[in-house]
C-alpha cells in the first residue's frame, strides 16, 4: 500500500499501490486487484470444515441448542470492554433462552473467569482451536465483542455482531458484510497506540445499551 500504517513495512515495497475503500477489507481488495493486473470481485469468505472438529464442538453444545457467542479480550486493554459487563449481558440473554458462550484465548482466562462469575453462572467459558472456533461460530446466533480476530470471523461467516468499539475506527475496522450494530460512544477517539489504559468513550456504553442491541439483532435474524 502506498500509505500503509505499519511504516516501517515500506521498506520492503518495490511499488507503491494506491488502495481504494474506506474499510481495510476494501483496502485489501484493491492491493490483490493491483496485484493480479484486474478488478477483484466481491466474493464470500471461505473457511475450512473440518470434520475432526465436528464431534469436539459438538461436546460444547446440543445440537439445537441456541446460543451466543461473547468474546470479552481484544488486541490491547484500551479496546476492553469491562469483562464484568459482559457478564450483565449474558445473564440478561440467557433469561431470553439462550446460552452464553464465552470465548477466550491464551492469556485472557482472567477475563473469562470474570465474566462467568458476574454472569451468575449463566454463561460457560470454553476455549477452542482455530478450526474449532470455525465451527462454533458457525452455529451462533449472535457474536458479542470488540474489535478483535473472532469479530471478524463472525463476520466473515455472516453471523450477526454487536461490536462494541472505542478507540479503532468501525468504519475502517468494523464488521463487514453481515447484519450488525456497532456501539461506539462520541467519546472515543481514533487512537493507533496500543496503550493499557481504559478508553473513556467505551466505559461509557452500558449493559443496557448493549442488551438493547442484541435482541433488535436476534429479532432481525429471525424475521
Not at 488502495?19 to 473457511?47: D, K, M, R, W
Not at 461467516?157 to 456501539?183: C, E, H, S, W
Amino acid at each position: 500500500m502506498k500509505r500503509p500504517r505499519e511504516w516501517p513495512s515500506q521498506m520492503f515495497y518495490t511499488k507503491p499501490v494506491a488502495t481504494n475503500g474506506t474499510h481495510v477489507i476494501e483496502q485489501y481488495q484493491s492491493l490483490v486487484g493491483a496485484v493480479a493486473a484486474t478488478p477483484l470481485a466481491n466474493c464470500a469468505a471461505l473457511f475450512p470444515q473440518d470434520d475432526r472438529d465436528e464431534p469436539t464442538v459438538g461436546t460444547l453444545i446440543s445440537p439445537n441448542q441456541q446460543f451466543v457467542l461473547i468474546n470479552p479480550g481484544a488486541g490491547w486493554p484500551a479496546k476492553q470492554w469491562p469483562a464484568e459487563r459482559y457478564g450483565e449481558v449474558a445473564k440478561a440473554l440467557s433469561r431470553d433462552g439462550l446460552t452464553p458462550l464465552i470465548n477466550f484465548g491464551p492469556g485472557e482466562e482472567k477475563l473469562a473467569a470474570i465474566v462467568e462469575e458476574t454472569s451468575h453462572g449463566t454463561a460457560r467459558k470454553i476455549s477452542c482451536s482455530v478450526g474449532e472456533l470455525i465451527a462454533l461460530t458457525r452455529r451462533a446466533r449472535l457474536f458479542i465483542g470488540g474489535d478483535t480476530g473472532p469479530m471478524h470471523l463472525a463476520s466473515a461467516l455472516q453471523i450477526p455482531v454487536l461490536a462494541i468499539f472505542g478507540p479503532t475506527d468501525p468504519a475502517r475496522n468494523g464488521p463487514y458484510g453481515t447484519k450488525n450494530i456497532v456501539l461506539r460512544n462520541a467519546a472515543s477517539k481514533t487512537s493507533l497506540s496500543h496503550t493499557s489504559e481504559p478508553d473513556t468513550g467505551l466505559l461509557k456504553i452500558t449493559p443496557d445499551e448493549v442488551i438493547a442491541a442484541s435482541r433488535r439483532l436476534l429479532e432481525d435474524s429471525t424475521a
